[in-house]
């Protein structure tokens, strides 16, 4: 217990030297007290003063005033509706590519558990190469899309969204 103690007083000692070597040089130990003192009567002074101040340079908000006078009125604008009807092309949303035939038809199938339709379309390329894709849709709108998409990355397929035109 007197090591404890007497530890610290070490540090307190230690730390008092630290305090006064933070002082500026123009100040003396004796005058630390009158410091101390003088703020407690400066805090008590100023606030009274600069809340004068403050209310002289307190800038004088109109705000409530200046918002009834004024009115903005927008501009009319046509509105957008988009519609199935003004588009001239539907989306087919391409799942995959596949150079089997039985790989497609495992994937259709694995779309077909979402409840999607999908189906098979065979490429054959001018290289002799014969590819087989998995399309789902076409969807007519945006939102039919996107719903079909959510359901394609559920299950770790990455889309790609292709613009057909319209039929007819």
Do not use: C, H
Not at 91 to 112: C, H, N, P, T, W
């Amino acid at each position: 217990m007197k090591w404890i103690l007497s530890l610290a007083a070490v540090g307190g000692f230690i730390g008092f030297i630290v305090y006064l070597n933070s002082l500026p040089s123009g100040q003396s130990a004796n005058n630390v007290p009158q410091q101390a003192e003088q703020p407690a009567t400066k805090v008590v002074t100023p606030p009274q003063n600069t809340a004068k101040v403050e209310e002289e340079k307190k800038p004088g908000f109109r705000f409530y005033e200046m918002l009834p006078e004024s009115e903005v009125v927008p501009p009319k604008v046509e509105e957008y509706t988009p519609g199935p009807a003004k588009q001239d092309f539907d989306y087919l949303v391409q799942s995959g590519s596949f150079r089997s035939k039985a790989d497609a038809e495992r994937q259709r199938a694995q779309i077909a558990f979402q409840g999607l339709r999908a189906q098979v379309q065979r490429i054959d390329l001018d290289n002799g190469s014969t590819w087989y894709r998995v399309n789902v849709g076409p969807f007519v709108s945006r939102s039919q899309m996107n719903s079909a998409i959510d359901k394609l990355v559920s299950i770790n397929i990455e889309p790609l969204v292709r613009k057909i035109p319209k039929k007819g």
